[in-house]
């Protein structure tokens, strides 16, 4: 069994404008990002592990220095808190950690990338450029679509004979349903490219992210994604350590980054990839 774990950044809100009480008009975020992460059942613990290690070790000096002893489910991270002070100041466990510490929280989350055998799976969908009647709903089930194409193409070329389990943020509960009876759609018809479902199974699993370090760990991938992307700054130092964990294919052009699918063809980001991706296989390779 692999097991998938996926967040997202940005909002599901396919409106790039909004308009003020005055009448006047204001940019709203145009870029949604969704992540996930894949590695076999058997290596779980190998990422898990020295996660909640680094947890327990921080909850410790919190605990000496202030007299308080957070649970596990209050020591969640998520890439907005960990940028933005503001933010993290509102939660215990962060606005408690010197910036050392939460250094060196941060890097105990992404050295396991370095160090396991993960597969990373994106989707950006560029929201000015989807068509006007594209709801939120509609827009969160099509980068799922998406999503889960790049995964069973990877189950099936590199782990035949294995299933996969997708485990997702607990969104809301007509979130979850609406997504729930997409994917069984996808399962039984195929998807709108015609591909079925061998390797994934039945349907995803929803949990709070505070509960999940595969999930909060998505979260931080979808955001450097989300943030190359928003920027077109391929050369962001957090993208570029995620991308030797990417997907390529043996069965497509040696340039191309399978892992990585840009929303709706008609967006400019594609063709900006595309020529940047040349160079980044190029880097990774060597040649």
């Not at 998938?4 to 870029?31: H, Q």
Request: proline residues 4%; contains cysteine.
């Amino acid at each position: 069994m692999y097991l998938f774990y996926v967040d997202e950044s940005g909002t599901l809100d396919p409106k790039v404008t909004g308009v003020k009480k005055d009448g006047a008009t204001f940019d709203k975020e145009w870029l949604y990002s969704l992540t996930a992460f894949g590695l076999f059942e058997h290596k779980w613990r190998h990422f898990y592990n020295p996660i909640i290690g680094k947890k327990r070790e921080l909850i410790d000096r919190i605990a000496q220095r202030t007299g308080n002893r957070l649970e596990l489910s209050e020591c969640e991270i998520k890439s907005a808190w960990v940028r933005i002070p503001k933010r993290r100041a509102e939660h215990a466990f962060l606005a408690h950690l010197s910036p050392e510490e939460l250094t060196e929280l941060v890097e105990t989350y992404y050295s396991t990338i370095d160090r396991l055998p993960v597969r990373l799976f994106s989707v950006v969908v560029d929201k000015r450029h989807l068509r006007d009647h594209m709801d939120r709903n509609q827009l969160h089930r099509k980068a799922w679509e998406l999503l889960c194409e790049r995964i069973e193409l990877f189950m099936r070329e590199f782990h035949p004979k294995h299933k996969a389990l997708l485990v997702a943020d607990d969104v809301s509960k007509q979130d979850n349903i609406a997504l729930t009876m997409k994917h069984a759609y996808f399962l039984e018809c195929g998807t709108s490219c015609g591909l079925p479902f061998k390797s994934i199974i039945e349907t995803p699993f929803f949990v709070r992210s505070e509960l999940s370090e595969g999930v909060q760990l998505a979260d931080l991938c979808s955001y450097n994604v989300y943030r190359a992307f928003r920027e077109e700054d391929f050369d962001y130092p957090h993208f570029r350590r995620l991308l030797p964990k990417m997907y390529f294919s043996n069965n497509t052009h040696m340039n191309k980054i399978d892992g990585i699918k840009v929303f709706p063809d008609e967006s400019p980001l594609v063709e900006i990839f595309n020529k940047k991706s040349a160079l980044i296989t190029r880097a990774l390779s060597g040649r």
